[in-house]
């Protein structure tokens, strides 16, 4: 409940300020002819998955400049891993015993997967709503597209119809807002809050991160 209620919250949040952005008077007024690498970033945070255990997740950007006014198109790749949560691992067991006492009519003695674990391997692209506030600070909102590979892994489940259930590649949509700071014209720090919904998962992630500059600046960017 505690992870739905941060969800909703988000949302509302994400929502107001990407519109908000798109009628700011202070919105970065530029426009690149074509998308150019400009820059990579590092960063660390905590995940909040619906079906397992909080982890800590580990990502980078890749900064492809403005696709339009306002609006930076950014790659991104994350990695976390973590346990299931012990009510889905009860799950898979009370199916196993279903499968197996429906075939044989006979009870099956009490079953025990052991832990199982979860991981997340995920390409993605965000679209960031950009805007300046004072203080040099930026700030932006939008939205996602990722491809994630989850991966189920566990002694006892290997080879099993749960492995399989487990490993699937699925596509996810996010919502996010951010604010970073330019330390100097090629050095700065972001943070970012995000929620993606998957088929049958649901993230909420806040992370923290370093970027490296290896292109200009654009106007409103910059200290």
């Not at 596509?171 to 951010?178: E, I």
Request: with cysteine.
């Amino acid at each position: 409940m505690a992870v739905l209620r941060m969800s909703v919250g988000f949302i509302a949040i994400a929502l107001f300020c990407t519109f908000s952005a798109a009628h700011a008077q202070d919105t970065t007024d530029f426009d690149f002819n074509r998308l150019a690498f400009r820059g990579f970033g590092i960063d660390l945070g905590y995940v909040y998955p619906t079906r397992t255990e909080r982890a800590v997740s580990y990502g980078g950007r890749f900064d492809m400049g403005y696709a339009r006014p306002g609006l930076r198109v950014v790659p991104h790749v994350s990695y976390w891993s973590a346990p299931l949560l012990v009510d889905e691992v009860a799950e898979f067991e009370d199916r196993i015993v279903a499968l197996v006492e429906g075939q044989t009519g006979d009870p099956l003695p009490q079953l025990n997967l052991g832990p199982i674990n979860w991981q997340d391997v995920a390409f993605g692209v965000d679209t960031h709503v950009v805007w300046d506030t004072p203080f040099d600070l930026l700030t932006y909102g939008g939205l996602g597209v990722t491809v994630h590979a989850l991966k189920g892994y566990g002694d006892a489940i290997q080879g099993t119809f749960i492995d399989e259930l487990l490993n699937t590649v699925t596509a996810g949509f996010n919502l996010h807002f951010g604010a970073e700071y330019p330390f100097t014209s090629s050095f700065r720090a972001y943070g970012v809050a995000k929620y993606e919904v998957l088929s049958d998962l649901q993230l909420f992630n806040l992370s923290v991160g370093w970027q490296i500059m290896t292109g200009p600046s654009a106007p409103g960017e910059e200290r």
